[in-house]
């Protein structure tokens, strides 16, 4: 790793719009914390014009997560420089020719990650229409600022779009986790309960207060499942419960285990939503018996990042511990996620605002991270991260300092 990673402020050169210089952008400058890995820096990209079915976001909000992490401090799997980020929050300022379902104005949300363009921690984001939902899909009135002044309106907005953005990454996550790794048939529509016969199985979701865990219990609710358990702190115990944990463990108790075979007996399924060599993985072997199915989120962390310590990482549960002779351990690699063309067409376009409209789907609780510039408030979020600062919620941050109005948008929405 010899360059640092950057976040990108997109050049507004090619923009369509025009817009009046923002001085403080248009310089790039690099910020000198203390770190043992390399700061985060700003770099100006080329504005990208969207192409097909792709929109340009002005990405308001994104949530950091461990995998920027372990990418600023790891280097895991980039060759820095490298754009940060995957989940964004923000409004469509240009449409591709073959956009359909996204017009100029919409607010929207989404897990974008494939590309530098799509990648989240820039001022303005290029991915096709199937990555991202409208927030009005996920019952969050827009308001036409008639009645209220234009600042409550937005701001109103704003709150829900920080909410919003905890969701595309790890919704995504969970889904095609159960659906890929675990076998689990999640239909659309819900179908009835008594249709489901797997619906009694047992299963263990282990890390259930973190964000994948708590998007993984409250989908297994929706399907009905009866007897889903989850790991968490004392703390998270009930958030897990109104997840929709039937019972909740203390993963700290030096007896979890024990006390997991003894109540439950026979566990047919395994999330590990942690990944972690000492943390879970240790346990849920010694939990797992011949016939189980257990999926790991990877990647395994086999040393966790801190101040002035270099994490490693091992990319094959099966075999960093001792599995009982039967049990089937798979890693889940949810960037592979739109290999199944229902889960490309639907998941984040129809079923994530759904789910969350309805109240299926809570959004994590936010912790707003403040800060005067965009690298700021990144590098106080990824300090919440290595320094695990973070228990049952997603450190949230406003992206852009550049609004729509300012890249020259003029709030005229196009009727397509
Ligand atoms: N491969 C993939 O496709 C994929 C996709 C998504 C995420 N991931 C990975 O999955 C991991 C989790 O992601 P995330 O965003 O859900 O993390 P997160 O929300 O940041 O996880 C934080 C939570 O983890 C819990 N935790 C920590 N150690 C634990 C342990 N030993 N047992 C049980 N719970 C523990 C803590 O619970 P308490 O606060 O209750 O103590 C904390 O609330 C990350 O490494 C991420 O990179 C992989």
Redesign the pocket.
Same mark, same amino acid.
């Given at each position: 790793m010899n360059a640092p990673p950057i976040i990108a402020l997109t050049s507004f050169a090619s923009n369509p719009h025009p817009h009046p210089p923002i001085t403080h952008n248009v310089h790039p400058h690099r910020h000198h914390y203390y770190r043992p890995r390399r700061p985060l820096t700003t770099t100006l990209l080329q504005t990208p014009t969207p192409l097909d079915n792709e929109v340009l976001i002005n990405n308001l909000y994104t949530a950091s997560?461990?995998?920027d992490l372990?990418q600023a401090d790891g280097g895991l799997l980039v060759t820095h420089p490298q754009v940060l980020g995957d989940g964004v929050a923000g409004r469509v300022v240009a449409v591709g020719p073959t956009a359909t379902r996204l017009k100029v104005g919409d607010y929207v949300f989404g897990f974008t990650w494939r590309t530098q363009k799509e990648k989240a921690f820039q001022d303005l984001v290029c991915a096709p229409e199937f990555l991202v939902a409208r927030v009005v899909d996920a019952g969050v009135e827009e308001g036409n600022g008639e009645g209220q002044g234009k600042g409550e309106v937005q701001e109103g907005i704003n709150e829900r779009l920080k909410a919003l953005v905890t969701v595309p990454?790890?919704f995504v !996550?969970a889904w095609?986790?159960l659906v890929t790794d675990l076998g689990i048939a999640l239909s659309w529509p819900i179908p009835k309960f008594d249709e489901n016969e797997d619906r009694t199985k047992t299963i263990l979701v282990?890390?259930? !207060?973190?964000?994948?865990?708590q998007y993984a219990l409250q989908i297994l609710r929706a399907y009905g499942y009866q007897n889903v358990y989850a790991?968490? !702190?004392k703390?998270?115990a009930e958030l897990v419960r109104e997840c929709g944990a039937k019972g909740v463990f203390d993963?700290?108790d030096p007896h979890v285990v024990e006390a997991i075979v003894k109540e439950l007996g026979t566990v047919d399924l395994v999330l590990d939503?942690?990944?972690?060599l000492s943390?879970?993985l240790a346990p849920i072997s010694r939990i797992a018996k011949a016939g189980a199915r257990v999926a790991v989120?990877?990647?395994v962390?086999v040393r966790d990042a801190a101040e002035g310590v270099k994490p490693e990482f091992a990319m094959d549960p099966s075999s960093v511990v001792r599995w009982e002779e039967g049990v089937e351990v798979r890693?889940?690699?949810?960037?592979f996620y739109l290999e199944n063309a229902m889960h490309r067409e639907m998941l984040q376009p129809v079923i994530m605002p759904e789910l969350v409209r309805r109240g299926i789907v809570k959004p994590?609780r936010q912790r707003v991270v403040e800060g005067r510039t965009m690298v700021e408030r990144a590098e106080k979020a990824l300090g919440l991260?290595r320094g695990?600062g973070?228990?049952?919620?997603?450190a949230v941050w406003k992206v852009s300092d550049v609004e729509a109005r300012d890249l020259g948008w003029d709030g005229e929405v196009d009727e397509r």
């Open positions: 997560t461990p995998l372990h990454n790890n !996550s095609h986790a282990w890390g259930g !207060s973190g964000s994948v865990g790991t968490a !702190s703390r998270n993963y700290s939503c942690i990944g972690h943390g879970t989120m990877l990647p962390i890693d889940v690699r949810t960037h994590n991260l695990k973070l228990s049952g919620e997603r």
